[in-house]
């Protein structure tokens, strides 16, 4: 059996930026951060796309329940990349819930492999 390949947005340095690599569809440019064989919109062919690196959140949140590896509490936010798709990525909860419609830029994943923002400077 093969494994399974890594559902979380791959983030890369680019430009002195991070960036999310994905895929944009060639017909109707439906941006997408993961690997698929065809669009899943038009079925069309894919590209190979980078977005980001600033986006504005779609909603947030602060989760206080521990889980296996983490150690609350932590921030999850739903981003839409400028652009791109939208991300579910981690952000510190220092100063609370990032607020709906906020712009946030990428940072390098975290030691586990998320995605992480910050309010953009």
Known sequence: M????????????????????????????????YAAPRCPVCRGALADARFGPDGEVFAATIVRVPIPGRTPPWGLAYVDLDD???ILAHYAPERGVLPVG??????AASREGDPTVALAP
């Open 84 to 86: 791109g798709p939208r």
């Open 2 to 33: 093969s494994p399974q390949p890594d559902p979380r947005p791959r983030i890369v340095q680019e430009e002195g930026a991070c960036r999310v690599a994905g895929q944009r569809c060639v017909a109707c440019r439906h941006p997408l951060a």
């Open 102 to 107: 906020a712009r946030v830029r990428l940072r």
